[in-house]
C-alpha cells in the first residue's frame, strides 16, 4: 500500500527499499488497485497476500493479460518522482 505510487515505483526500480521486491529482483507492475479508504485498502492487500500464486495470477490477469510493466506512465527508472521527497 502507498499513497503515492510513482514514489514506489522509484524506490523499487532503483532498490532503495529493502525487503521482498529488492531480495528477489522483482521490478515490474503488472497489477495494481486504487482506494480511498486506507483501512479498506489495507485489509484488501492483507487478503491477497494470504492467497495462493494461482489466484494471484489469476487476478492479474484480469487487468493485464500480456503481464506488461505498468510503470511506463511515469517512466520512473531514469528520473527521480518530481515533487516528491525521498
Not at 514506489?8 to 531480495?23: A, C, I, M, Q
Amino acid at each position: 500500500m502507498t499513497n503515492n505510487l510513482e514514489r514506489r515505483l522509484y524506490e523499487h526500480k532503483n532498490k532503495l527499499v529493502d525487503g521482498f521486491t529488492k531480495k528477489y529482483n522483482v521490478n515490474k507492475l503488472v497489477y495494481y488497485e486504487h482506494g480511498n479508504d486506507v483501512h479498506t485498502v489495507i485489509a484488501r492487500e492483507k487478503e491477497i497476500k494470504k492467497w495462493r500464486r494461482e489466484k494471484k495470477n489469476n487476478l492479474v490477469m484480469t487487468m493485464n493479460p500480456t503481464w506488461q510493466d505498468l510503470n511506463f506512465e511515469w517512466n520512473v527508472e531514469k528520473v527521480s518522482p518530481s515533487n516528491t521527497p525521498l
